[in-house]
């Protein structure tokens, strides 16, 4: 079956960093996904990874091991906006879009 | 600005009778999607829309129905909606299926079954 595995919610303080992970298994690989969704929102694009490596992006950078079925987004400077559910997807062999559970990202001041 | 848009936001309707969601999109995207979403929970692909080609996941339940009568609009249409429909239904477009492709979403119809 195919499966992507992230914590159900971390915790972190303002202005730190804090790195999300997620592991996947898949029939395929066709990229990855971070979107990070508010609560009662609809999901926003966050970044896309095909190759292995780190892809920044401002505050957000994302990381992938192909090898390793990993992945990871990277939050800097944290702001209390960022308090979200943070989603990983996988693009399979078929470009269908398999999504994890999100982490839910609490921000204290 | 070109958005996907969903109406209604709130949808309630009452056990067994019919309810249609409406998705459009100024995007001028070839593929369109539905997914629902429960809380705490992964947004589960129902139908998707490439270009007028009809794609029904396999666990999609035959009481989901979808049409796409352009490339602007996408209707999701609950026969007898039960209880357990209750969820967050989500809209979302992308130019193609594969490659760096991103789904862009509507604001969702969250939808309540008395």
């Known amino acids: 079956g195919q499966n992507i595995d992230q914590p159900t919610e971390m915790t972190a303080t303002e202005g730190a960093i804090v790195q999300i992970n997620c592991t996947y298994q898949t029939s395929g690989f066709n990229g990855l996904f971070w979107y990070q969704q508010h609560a009662g929102e609809a999901p926003t694009f966050l970044s896309y990874n095909v190759l292995d490596g780190l892809e920044e992006k401002g505050r957000f950078s994302s990381f992938l091991s192909r090898s390793k079925g990993y992945s990871y987004l990277l939050l800097k400077e944290l702001q209390m906006k960022d308090s979200a559910s943070y989603l990983c997807?996988?693009?399979?062999?078929?470009?269908?879009?398999?999504w994890g559970a999100g982490t839910k990202l609490i921000i204290k001041p | 600005d070109a958005m996907v848009i969903q109406n209604p936001r709130y949808q309630v309707t009452q056990f067994g009778k019919p309810v249609t969601l409406s998705c459009s999109q100024t995007?001028?995207?070839?593929?369109m999607y539905w997914y629902q979403q429960k809380s705490s929970q992964a947004p589960k692909l129902l139908f998707h829309y490439y270009d007028k080609d009809f794609n029904n996941e396999a666990d999609t339940p035959d009481n989901f129905q979808s049409r796409r009568p352009n490339t602007s609009f996408c209707f999701l249409d609950i026969r007898s909606p039960g209880l357990g429909d209750a969820a967050m239904y989500l809209c979302?477009?992308?130019?193609?299926?594969?490659?760096?492709?991103?789904?862009?979403f509507g604001p969702g119809t969250r939808l309540t079954v008395l």
């Open positions: 979302a477009t992308s130019r193609e299926r594969e490659g760096p492709n991103e789904q862009f």
């Open positions: 995007l001028n995207h070839n593929v």
């Open positions: 997807a996988v693009m399979d062999s078929n470009y269908q879009l398999i």
